[in-house]
């Protein structure tokens, strides 16, 4: 812990001699210390681990960080600083923004103590949880197809993207450990997780100091690869790691024109800008919206998952005759966190609840909302819980299994003996002993001691976060059927129609 503080205090040295502050003051006296004077870093062990905390009272909407340009960890500022690599870039230039980011990124990396970013690189997480690092395992553990699918598209990218980047990287020669696929998927979770906007490069860049914002859902009040390897080239500790209605908005979000609603470039001032998105007492914890995302979306790019996301949804299969019956896109009728039916899905399925020669006669009402009739109302509800159950039904666990499997994981995480060990396979059995099984977790003689290796430990973290994920979907999925039926029990006994037919 010591060890830790004294990094962490390099680095806010570092960041002050780079003109980084959190001063309101435009050029302020030298400092040993970015920080102070409206931010500190601070611990929250139930909400995100390491983050930065109010200094003192901040007003919404006021400035809390500024990092100018020349601190800002870009494609831009390294081509130009080395000549060696600009030349070897200008021959790959097929290759994306981002492909580009990474591979500069590892340069630096080997570049190791010459680098005038060591500090600060020394510091980044050396393991990361996005869906690109997940195993077969824990990819199967998502257990919902999409999610599955997801994660097999996260690793496929990652790898093709390496593969098509291997030759820019042997021409700079960079070390043989940093060529491999999992320097590259850490590095590529680095700029996934840690980027910002910049209008210059859609790639992003990164922000030292500003990176440590933990995340808080836009609408609110308010992160490991499992590189086991990874201390041989990265040694030193790390530093962990930022209610819609857009039903109407059919348009899938840019990530990265979104990836950051609480701070920006701002010209005027060459720097990167940070604000207050509340209002906060000193202690409190300052968090960062990165955009609106889902959580396997949040997953997927940062290695985490919020409990209470407001921007989640769980989609379900319509029949085709569905979508042709009504104008809304299909990323617009999803089942909300909350379990109820999007704004969308709620008329689409109305609509299609209605004999085909009265649609039009009801269209209107349809879309702006309106019950069509109790009977209509009622068919609906019964179809959405009827899917709901068939969803869960049709998964291998049950909410209530997800629940004993992460307590079943923690017990794992805090055993000592194989006696200890046994008797949590005796209590849970299943999927805890594929895991086992898996990274050849043995029980051996009575009372020895057990050890679970790093990598055991990481494929164990990102286990629990593919459980965490399948438990809040089919929460959402049990919250839509209870919305369902507590509707049909609050409709009216009559059949007199709400909108505008029987």
Known sequence: MEEEDESLEKLLKWAAEMGITDSTIQNP???????????????????????????RDLTKGELILRVPKTALFTTECLLKSDQKLSLAVNRHLFLSPSQILIVCFLYEVGK????????????????????????????????????????????????????????LMEELKLKPQLLSFK?????????????????????????????????????????????EDVEGWMPAPCLPKGDTTDVLDSEKFNDHLHRLTDGRFEEDVNSYCFYARNNYKRGEQVLLSYGTYTNLELLEHYGFLLNENPNDKVFISLEPGMYSCCSWSRESQ???????????????????????????????????????????????????????????????????????????????????????????????GGEVCTFLENYDVQCRQRGAKLSLSRKTKLSMQRWKLAIQWRLRYKKTLADCISYCDYTVNCLPNDNVPTGGIK
């Not at 109820?340 to 349809?366: C, D, E, I, Y």
């Open 29 to 55: 006296s030298c400092s040993r210390n970015c920080l102070g004077h409206s931010l500190t870093v601070s611990h929250f062990p139930e909400a995100g681990g390491r983050g930065l905390a109010a200094a």
């Open 112 to 167: 190791g103590k010459s680098s005038r970013w060591y500090t600060y690189l020394m510091l980044l997480p050396r393991c990361y949880e996005i869906l690109a690092t997940f195993g077969p395992f824990e990819k199967q553990a998502l257990q919902v197809d999409d999610a599955i699918w997801a994660a097999e598209k996260a690793v496929s990218k990652a790898e093709s993207e390496w593969k098509q980047a291997i030759k």
């Open 334 to 428: 999803y089942i909300d966190q909350n379990g109820k039916p999007s704004f969308a899905l709620l008329s689409a399925l109305r609509l299609w609840m209605t004999p085909v020669n009265q649609r039009r006669s009801v269209g209107h009402l349809a879309y702006s909302g309106h019950q069509l009739s109790v009977d209509n109302e009622i068919s609906v509800m019964k179809w959405l819980s009827n899917n709901c159950l068939c969803m869960l039904n049709s998964l291998p666990t049950s909410k209530e299994e997800d629940a004993s499997l992460l307590c079943a994981i923690d017990k794992i995480q805090d055993i000592n003996t194989a006696m200890e060990l046994k008797k949590v396979l005796s209590d849970f």
């Open 183 to 227: 320097a590259w998927l850490w590095a590529s979770a680095t700029v996934s997780s840690r980027t910002m906007h910049i209008s210059w490069d859609e790639a992003g860049c990164l922000c030292p100091v500003g990176d440590l914002f933990n995340y808080a859902a836009p609408g609110e009040g308010e992160e490991s690869i499992g590189i």
